[in-house]
């Protein structure tokens, strides 16, 4: 029988993307998901089970009922500004939430683990690209909560309770391929799909937020990287724990970095129209600079990212387009 692998926002959009990986590798992903952000519409590739992760029995109950190998860990709050204002839903959500399902997957003596961890945990880049030896001191609360997670996952693997695959996205991007799921945040604030947005005439235009920075054109660079190849690098996290793999830190981005003029340039080619672009103010707590090392990826999981910034704003653009609204 086909393995079980607990996926907690599973219902979200790097977490649906690698349930349909684990599908095509003959996992069977179990979403938990409080559909607090995410889509009902996008758990397709397995059993759902709706709860919260600060809910210790509801775990119980369904890490009991399927006895998953592996726990992917997803679920929790995602945005820099957001933690910013609600400090304390982020210590809840992301601290006390994964604290709570860490407890219960020991008591239910489940011991492989893969965390959605970020490249927001090094803080103002002393050296570039980043690799996953850069001191660790976050800028703002998002940053911290998920450093925090890490900490405690070194200290449960220094005890033999847990092993762990922390996983420091970029930034993640783009849309399957076939168009099944895609990026789909209330509201949205990152520059991919809101140039998207405002290409279809959704959105009013398109902010830059800085273009005064000591980069090629003035503009911040970043390491996009494509959601799909990010489920890949999940699904091999799992064969890595599941072969028996020592806890470890892993960056998952290109070691390729693009400018945000760059975006604006690469969406107009590709929706065939000109953007009304205008320059806003820095945003607080933007490096000018953010690219990966990725060479850990590729000798621990042999990940190789396949697809580069053109193929993630065209599958992103194929996505947006058919994509009618949020009902
Ligand atoms: N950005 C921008 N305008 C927007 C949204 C984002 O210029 O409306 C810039 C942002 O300042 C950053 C880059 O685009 O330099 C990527 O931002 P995003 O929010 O997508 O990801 P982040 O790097 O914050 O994780």
């Known amino acids: 029988t086909a393995t079980k692998i607990l996926v907690t926002g599973?219902?979200?959009?790097?977490?649906?993307?690698?349930?349909?990986?684990?599908?095509?590798?003959?996992?069977?992903?179990?979403?938990?998901?409080?559909?607090?952000?995410?889509?009902?519409?996008?758990?397709?590739?397995?059993?759902?089970?709706?709860?919260?992760?600060?809910?210790?029995?509801?775990?119980?109950?369904?890490?009991?009922?399927?006895?998953?190998a592996a726990v992917l860990h997803f679920a929790g709050l995602i945005e820099v500004s957001q933690s910013f204002k609600e400090p304390e839903a982020f210590y809840d959500i992301n601290v006390g939430g994964s604290l709570n399902l860490l407890q219960a997957m020991m008591e239910a003596d489940i011991r492989a683990f893969v965390f959605s961890s970020t490249c927001a945990t090094y803080g103002q880049p002393q050296y570039m690209p980043l690799d996953e030896a850069h001191p660790q001191a976050p800028i703002n609360p998002y940053g911290r909560t998920k450093h925090i997670v890490e900490q405690a996952l070194r200290d449960f693997a220094l005890c033999d309770r847990m092993r762990s695959v922390m996983l420091r996205y970029f930034n993640a991007a783009g849309a399957d391929s076939e168009g099944r799921i895609g990026e789909w945040h209330t509201p949205e604030t990152h520059a991919i799909p809101r140039l998207i947005e405002a290409?279809?005439?959704?959105?009013?235009?398109?902010?830059?937020?800085?273009?005064?920075?000591?980069?090629?054109?003035?503009?911040?660079?970043?390491?996009y990287v494509h959601v799909s190849d990010l489920a890949e690098a999940h699904v091999r996290a799992v064969e890595y724990l599941l072969n028996g793999g020592e806890t470890v830190a892993i960056n998952l981005g290109t070691g390729t970095g693009t400018s945000v003029q760059e975006l604006v340039t690469a969406v107009e080619a590709v929706s065939g129209r000109p953007l009304p672009v205008t320059k806003a103010e820095r945003r607080p707590g933007d490096p000018p600079l953010l690219v990966a090392s990725n060479a850990t990826a590729r000798a621990l999981l042999g990940w190789e990212p396949e697809h580069h910034v053109d193929d993630i704003i065209r599958s992103a653009w194929t996505w947006h387009r058919r994509f009618n609204g949020h009902s």
Not at 33 to 53: A, M, Q, T
């Open 10 to 68: 599973g219902a979200g959009y790097i977490g649906s993307h690698t349930c349909l990986a684990l599908a095509t590798k003959d996992f069977i992903p179990v979403v938990y998901d409080n559909f607090s952000s995410g889509h009902r519409e996008f758990v397709k590739w397995g059993p759902v089970e709706e709860g919260d992760i600060r809910d210790r029995s509801r775990l119980r109950e369904v890490l009991a009922r399927h006895k998953p």
């Open 199 to 223: 290409a279809l005439g959704r959105r009013q235009g398109f902010s830059i937020f800085g273009d005064d920075y000591e980069t090629r054109d003035g503009t911040c660079i970043r390491d």
